[in-house]
């Protein structure tokens, strides 16, 4: 409790999943959570969830991929609280397709929210997070959801692949700029292996459609999956949520340009 006391945070996506994970945990340890998310009744339950846990929380809808959003969401948190302790750039698509079957459309659509989202989010919470940076001694944080796939080939994944191992590098750049003008704003990366999801449940369809693990049976699916981890079984947004705990809150304060990697043993492999 209280690890993230006093600090006010946003998170994109996280009207489900690992984001809705990542709000939670943070109210829970102490912070004030804007919820956004593309849909803004899903923002919205979550918000009001953590309210009636005892938390606090303001939801409503942001589409990472407009300008205008961001520029009505920062207005929001300027006016509200004047500052933004930690960002957490987590909203993302899985698209599964080959390179000979991918439209450049689904190609620009996958980049345009996975890539382009995560940098409209930094470049627009930068005067936010700078009065935090210059405000805390360990800093503002940012904290951007890449994954195993921002680090490792996964196959039939080459537009996913592409924009996870982009987050890992801009992440990297981030922190080294931030740093270099004293900012005092880390930047690090989160690389869950698979995450009970729904995002977890389209691509299990998928691969039992396309026969891509070997079986079309359901249950073998998953099997599967669950024995590509070292520790024999997925993770849950809790197991993300706890790393994001600790790189947003002061613990972390001499952590940036890192890849936190919460996969049950998946890519020590
Ligand atoms: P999820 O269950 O599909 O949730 C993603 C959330 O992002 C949804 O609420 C979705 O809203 C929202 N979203 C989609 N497009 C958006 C946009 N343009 N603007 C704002 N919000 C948008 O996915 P998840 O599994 O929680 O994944 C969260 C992050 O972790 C993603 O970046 C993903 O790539 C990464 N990750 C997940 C796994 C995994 O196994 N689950 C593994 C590695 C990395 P709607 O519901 O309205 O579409």
Redesign the pocket.
Known sequence: MNRCKGKIALV??A?????AGIAKEFAEQGAFVFV????ES?AKSTAAEIISSGGAALGFG????SGDDWARVTDLVAKEKGRLDILVN?????TIATIADITYEQWRRTQD??VD?VFRGIKSCLDLLKVSGADTPSGASIIN?S???GLVGVTDQVAYNTS?GAVRIMTKAMAIEFAAHGYNIRVNSIH????G????DEVYETWQKNNTVGTQNMDEVKEIVVNMHPLKRIGS?KDIAMGAVYLGSDESGFVTGAELVIDGGWVAQ
């Open positions: 994109t996506g009207g489900r999943g690992i984001g956004s998310d593309l849909d899903t942001l589409d990472v991929t987590n909203a993302g698509i899985e929210i996975n989202g959801l994954s195993i796939a996870k869950p292996g698979v995450i999801t729904a995002m977890m947004p």
